[in-house]
Structure formats: structure tokens, C-alpha cells
């Protein structure tokens, strides 16, 4: 069935690095890919996401990027600070109805 | 505050008991839903309500019984689980039908469920 892969489970970063989480979907029909957060006794919350006519798009410090031939997408988080330390999920849709397919989930620490 | 509200925030129960969570969103979304959440593993979707009507089922065992009375309210009925099935319960709702136009979930804090 389909499914999504997201590398790597845990992320340690120092704080000012970059971050990079990457995750890789098997659905062809899918075009929309949303990246949500999840702190610590929170529900995930959606931080950005991207639609399959669209190769990156940015907010800030974060941005994804999205290769529909390669069927992968990345999550980047620039200028890293203590508060983005939290749980991120990425999702692809289940061909084009908007039922998401999600990852297992990266833990981001962000080390003082 | 996310505008979506789960109670209780935590549940002990034992096999035999019966109980029920509760959801209420206050976005004037119409779509609503349950999801379990499992340590290192992907969301799993168990039900869509899209205006009070059940779209998604997604082979879930009858031992969870969900219930939408409107647009605003979802329960999650238990009855006779199973200690696999101690993990944390998010519900969330969506605008629209579906995933609607705009696509983002709203997601309450979860129910953290423990089954001895």
C-alpha cells in the first residue's frame, strides 16, 4: 500500500544550524504535502505545506522543498532556536482526495 | 488553543470498562475526525465525519464505536479494549468537505488513553 518515509527519527542540531528532514512518498497521484509540529502535550500543528505545481515554497526560516519525479520532499529550518524543538510530520495525500498518508514522525532537539 | 477541545485529557481504564471520549470544535468546521497516535509510528486514521456523516472507517475494530451528533461534537465510544490499544487519541477537524480548499488539520491535544 502506500506509505511515507521520513528520515532521520532523531535530529540533534546546534542552535543557529540549519535542519533538514526528509521524507519520500510512493503514491504518484498524490500533490499535496503538508509538515506539521507537535510539542510536548500538543496535537501537531500545520507549520507549512505544498502543492505538487509548486517545487518550493518558503516562510521565514522554514521551506519546503518537493521533487515529484524523485517523489520526495524536505523540510528545512534555518537560524534554529529552542523553540523549535518538537516532533515534525510530514503527510502526503492519498492520491488526490486529501486523505493524508503521514510519516513516523523526526524528533528535532535544538542544543543550546 | 487550537479552537478544538478533547476530554478527558487522560483515561485509566480496564479491559471490561466502558468510556468515551469527547471532541468539540469551535472553527465552524464540517469535517471532524479521530486519529490514534503511537509512539514512533504514523498517525493512524480511524474515522471522517463530513457534515455528521461517517466518509472513512478505516478497519477499525468494533471495540471503538464513534458517534457525530453535529458538526460541532465527535465522541469515541470504548468498550472491552485491548492493552495494544493504549496510546493518545487526537481528534481534529478540517473546513469544508473532505480536506476542503484550504487542506489543514486542526488538531485538538489528545486523550492519552492507558488499558491495564
Known amino acids: 500500500g502506500e506509505n511515507v518515509e521520513q528520515h532521520p527519527s532523531t535530529l540533534s542540531v546546534q542552535e543557529g544550524d540549519s535542519a533538514v528532514i526528509k521524507c519520500t512518498y510512493s503514491?504518484?497521484?498524490?500533490?499535496?504535502f503538508p509538515w506539521y509540529k507537535q510539542e510536548l502535550g500538543k496535537g501537531p500543528q500545520l507549520i507549512i505545506d505544498?502543492?505538487?505545481n509548486v517545487g518550493e515554497k518558503k516562510d521565514q526560516r522554514i521551506a519546503v522543498t518537493l521533487n515529484k519525479t524523485a517523489k520526495h520532499f524536505s523540510l528545512h529550518i534555518t537560524e534554529t532556536q529552542p523553540e523549535d524543538s518538537a516532533v515534525y510530520f510530514c503527510?502526503?495525500?492519498?492520491?488526490?482526495?486529501?486523505?493524508?498518508?503521514w510519516g513516523a514522525g523526526t524528533k528535532l532537539i535544538i542544543k543550546p | 488553543e487550537t479552537g478544538v477541545t478533547q476530554t478527558p485529557r487522560h483515561l485509566v481504564m480496564g479491559m471490561t470498562n466502558k468510556k468515551s471520549l469527547k471532541c468539540e470544535q469551535h472553527l465552524g468546521h464540517n469535517a471532524m475526525y479521530w486519529y490514534k497516535q503511537s509512539a514512533k509510528k504514523p498517525l493512524e486514521l480511524m474515522f471522517v465525519?463530513?457534515?455528521?456523516?461517517?466518509?472513512e472507517n478505516n478497519s477499525v475494530p468494533s471495540r471503538f464505536s464513534p458517534e457525530c451528533p453535529n458538526s460541532s461534537h465527535l465522541f469515541l465510544h470504548l468498550h472491552t479494549l485491548q492493552p495494544e490499544d493504549s496510546a493518545l487519541y487526537l481528534c481534529a477537524s478540517s473546513q469544508g468537505g473532505g480536506f476542503g480548499a484550504t487542506g489543514e488539520l486542526f488538531f485538538g491535544e489528545g486523550s492519552r488513553l492507558t488499558v491495564l
Open positions: 503514491d504518484s497521484a498524490s500533490n499535496y
Open positions: 465525519y463530513n457534515f455528521k456523516e461517517q466518509t
Open positions: 503527510a502526503a495525500s492519498k492520491g488526490s482526495n486529501y486523505q493524508l498518508i
Open positions: 505544498i502543492r505538487s
